[in-house]
C-alpha cells in the first residue's frame, strides 16, 4: 500500500478515491477526521491522504489526480440538440443529456 497524496478537504479526498476506482485503481482515504485536531499536529498532517492498495497503481494514480487537477481548458461548446452552452470540462448536455459532438465527425 501507497501514499498517493493528501486533499484539502474530506470531500475532495472521497471523489478522488472514488474516481481512481471507477478506472480500476483500488483506493482509500485514510486520516478522514484528523481536521478537527490541526493546530495540535501540523495542518498538513491533519489532512486526509488517499492512498493505493497496489503499489504498482502508484504513478498511474498520481498522473490521474494531476489531471482532475488540472480541468480542460479551451473554448465552451454549444449542445447541437438544444442548444445550451457548456463549459469545455463537461462532456454531456446538462439540459437534454445529448453527448457533446465531436465538430470534426459531424
Partial sequence: MRRVDSAPNLALAT??????SAVGI????????????AGEIPPSEAQ????VLD?????????????LRRPPRGPGWACADCG???????????????ARRDPDRG
Wanted: proline fraction near 4%; include cysteine.
Fill in 15 to 20: 471523489l478522488w478515491a472514488d474516481a481512481l
Fill in 26 to 37: 483500488e483506493a482509500r482515504v485514510f486520516s478522514r477526521y484528523l481536521s478537527s485536531i
Fill in 48 to 51: 486526509p491522504t488517499i492512498w
Fill in 55 to 67: 503499489d504498482d497503481d502508484l504513478d498511474r494514480a498520481r498522473a490521474l489526480l494531476l489531471e
Fill in 84 to 98: 445550451e452552452r457548456h463549459g469545455p470540462q463537461f462532456a454531456q448536455c446538462w439540459n437534454c443529456g445529448a
